[in-house]
């Protein structure tokens, strides 16, 4: 009998000590997050001292925010900024991650994207691999809101905008060349083709976008005046149009003249808002130097009936830059600075 009850209790310490061992929690040791490919971002939440089981993960992904649930997960040396890793090719599109323990044995981590996400989020499970030198790890790979192939096929998965309208106004057109660079590259087709590079993102984003033009054409008709060429620009956004942006490229008699800048109407908040955002979407992905936000009594801003913001690319009588602005890859990153402004706009409050 008492050796009867002596291996039952001998059974029933293994148990407990089983159980005990697999409750061990994990602890985080990095987030790295980089490029994948084109299409797709990848996150790598290192851990080490317990295991994960797919139980223990859960995602969401809204609103250009991915949220990561961890049960049986200490943060470990990950915070706010320490142990996280945004690689250079990955900065334009996660901007910034954040982990913390929200209950016993849970941690919850937030990834903030700048740009327009897929609907498309895997993650798995990978065990330590010590001839990469990796530990275990949690991986997702997150989608873009684009996968891009060439400048004329790109497909586009992202669903921010929720049909928020939003207008684009390419400058010039038909009769009216804009300013002219040193080898004979025209405003108007610069504004057209990075305005329509624009529209395939936003709408891929989710928003419903209108075009003042689509093609090298006078708005209203040639050789109207020009308040009634710029007054048929603002007719063509709905009521219920949320944003309008007029996409031009500066120009100067010296050709040493340099940088983007943007514009929004005198003591207009949201206008000025949305300014400063494109001013810094542009500045970042663009890189030319910033000549900053400014207010102007531009026509298009004045009269439109939604915040307006006119943004000048660069000055293409600048033979530098002109040679950028005549660029499929570069019109291709203004495009998403725009895209990213525009959801930035709405994602932080901007209504």
């Known amino acids: 009998m008492l050796k009867n009850f002596l291996t039952c209790l001998s059974l029933l310490l293994v148990m407990m000590f089983a159980a005990t061992a697999s409750a061990k929690p994990v602890e985080l040791t990095g987030i790295t997050a980089f490029d994948l ?28 925010l991915l949220r990561v649930e961890l049960d049986n997960a200490l943060p ?37 994207f700048r740009a327009a996400t897929g609907n498309n989020i895997k ?29 004329e096929q790109t ?6 905008g929720g049909q928020r309208i939003v207008v684009l106004d390419p400058g010039h057109g038909g ?13 108007k087709s610069v504004s057209l083709a990075v305005s329509l590079k624009a529209q395939r993102l936003l709408t891929g984003a ?36 949320e944003l309008f942006i007029s996409v031009h490229c500066n120009a100067f008699s010296n050709g040493n003249a340099n940088g983007m800048e943007t514009y929004h109407a005198p003591n207009a908040v949201k206008g000025s808002r949305l300014a400063r955002l494109l001013n810094e979407e542009l500045a970042r992905l663009g890189g030319l130097n910033n000549r900053g936000v400014k207010a102007a009594r531009f026509y298009v801003m004045t009269h439109s009936q939604c915040p307006a913001s006119l943004i000048e690319l660069g ?18 990153k203004l495009a998403q600075a725009i895209t990213n402004a525009v959801n930035r706009y709405f994602n932080q409050g901007g209504y």
């Not at 599109?93 to 919850?108: L, P, R, Y």
């Not at 010590?130 to 400048?151: M, N, W």
């Not at 497909?155 to 921010?160: P, Q, R, S």
Request: glycine share 8%; no cysteine.
């Open 37 to 64: 490919d084109n299409s797709t971002v990848r996150i790598e939440i290192s851990y080490s001292g317990g295991k994960l089981d797919p139980g223990n993960v859960s995602t969401e992904l809204r609103n250009g």
């Open 315 to 332: 000055f293409i009588t600048n033979p530098r830059e002109e040679q950028l602005l005549a660029s499929g890859d570069y019109q291709q």
């Open 76 to 112: 470990g040396r990950v915070s706010r900024v320490s142990g996280t890793e945004i690689q250079a090719d990955a900065r334009d599109f996660v901007e910034k991650i954040i982990a913390n323990k929200t209950q016993e044995k849970h941690t919850s981590i937030q990834v903030h």
């Open 206 to 241: 989710g928003y419903r976008v209108v075009m003042t033009r689509t093609t090298d054409v006078d708005v209203a008709a040639p050789g109207v005046p020009d308040a009634a060429e710029l007054q048929a620009r603002v007719n063509k956004a709905p009521p219920n149009a």
């Open 175 to 187: 009769s009216d060349w804009g300013a002219i660079g040193p080898t004979g590259v025209s405003e």
């Open 155 to 160: 497909t586009f998965n992202g669903n921010h």
């Open 123 to 151: 993650f798995s499970l990978e065990p330590a691999n010590r001839s990469e030198k990796k530990s275990a790890r949690l991986v997702l790979d997150v989608s873009k809101g684009f996968a891009a192939q060439d400048d």
